[in-house]
């Protein structure tokens, strides 16, 4: 259960998900060309997206449940932690397979960060009690 004094955070960290998802179909769907004309194989395109759209789907779901008077957030982090580390690993081995020797430091640095971020996660709820 999350603080009381934290429940406009939640609110508003929902919203701003909410937000972010919608102008992220927004941007891969006028986007979507662009990967031909730019000679980047479509598949970095589709592991960024994926990633960004991970991260945002699971700060919206962690704020909603925080909303929600139960005392399950902790084990809604520990699933979208789960399935973000799920996320990063299948990224991983798509740009592996695909681009062997195209891989970009960015995108390793990129779900490095996730990987890390996504291995934290299920401990967020803690910080919150104190």
């Known amino acids: 259960m999350s603080?009381?004094?934290l429940h406009e955070?939640?609110?508003?960290?929902?919203g701003v998900a909410g937000a972010l998802?919608?102008?992220?179909?927004?941007?891969?769907?006028?986007?979507?060309?662009?990967?031909?004309?730019a000679a980047i194989?479509?598949?970095?395109?589709?592991?960024?997206?994926q990633a960004a759209l991970t991260t945002f789907v699971n700060s919206l779901v962690v704020s909603l449940v925080a909303l929600i008077p139960a005392d399950a957030l902790?084990?809604?982090?520990?699933?979208?932690?789960l399935m973000?580390?799920?996320?990063?690993v299948g990224s991983l081995f798509v740009l592996l397979r695909r681009h062997q020797s195209r891989v970009s430091k960015r995108d390793v640095t990129l779900l490095?960060?996730?990987f890390v971020l996504f291995l934290c996660?299920?401990?967020?709820?803690q910080f919150l009690r104190r």
């Not at 902790?74 to 932690?81: D, H, K």
């Not at 996660?121 to 709820?125: A, D, E, S, T």
């Open 3 to 5: 603080p009381e004094n």
């Open 9 to 14: 955070f939640f609110l508003g960290s929902t």
């Open 21 to 37: 998802i919608g102008l992220l179909f927004v941007a891969v769907s006028v986007a979507g060309d662009k990967s031909a004309a």
């Open 41 to 49: 194989p479509p598949e970095l395109y589709r592991v960024r997206a």
């Open 74 to 81: 902790g084990t809604t982090a520990l699933v979208a932690a």
């Open 84 to 88: 973000g580390l799920a996320s990063v």
């Open 112 to 114: 490095a960060s996730l």
């Open 121 to 125: 996660g299920p401990n967020y709820p």
